[in-house]
């Protein structure tokens, strides 16, 4: 089995930085892409920030110069470094990415971000 466990997430003031961490662990022979989401209250998943396995970053535009998706293979681990953070940035933050096949995805179980004075 495959499991992706996600941390770093809690509460910060509007300007404030955190830095998400998303370790992934099991039966494990490739990682594809990995890519972080968040689902806000009410709202649909978005996609957030993706690394692909050709090392390049695509990322939503409303977080494009704040924040940033980098990965390192040897560790299977992906992480989202998020600046200048906004409230409308509250949301829970979810791990993906395509592990052993580009067709196969797994989750983490979310970790939740809030940016309130």
């Known amino acids: 089995q495959v499991q992706l466990v996600e941390s770093g997430g809690g509460s910060v003031q509007p300007g404030g930085s955190l830095r998400l961490s998303c370790v992934a662990s099991g039966n494990i022979f490739s990682i594809h892409d990995m890519a972080w989401y968040r689902q806000a209250l009410g709202k649909k998943r978005e996609l957030v920030a993706r690394a692909t396995s050709g090392d390049r970053e695509i990322y939503a535009d409303s977080v494009k110069g704040r924040f940033t998706i980098s990965r390192d293979n040897a560790k299977k681990t992906v992480y989202l470094q998020m600046n200048s953070l906004i409230p409308e940035d509250t949301a829970v933050y979810f791990c993906?990415?395509?592990?052993?096949?580009?067709?196969?995805?797994?989750w983490g179980q979310g970790t939740q971000v809030t940016v309130s004075s």
């Open positions: 993906n990415a395509k592990i052993n096949s580009p067709n196969y995805d797994y």
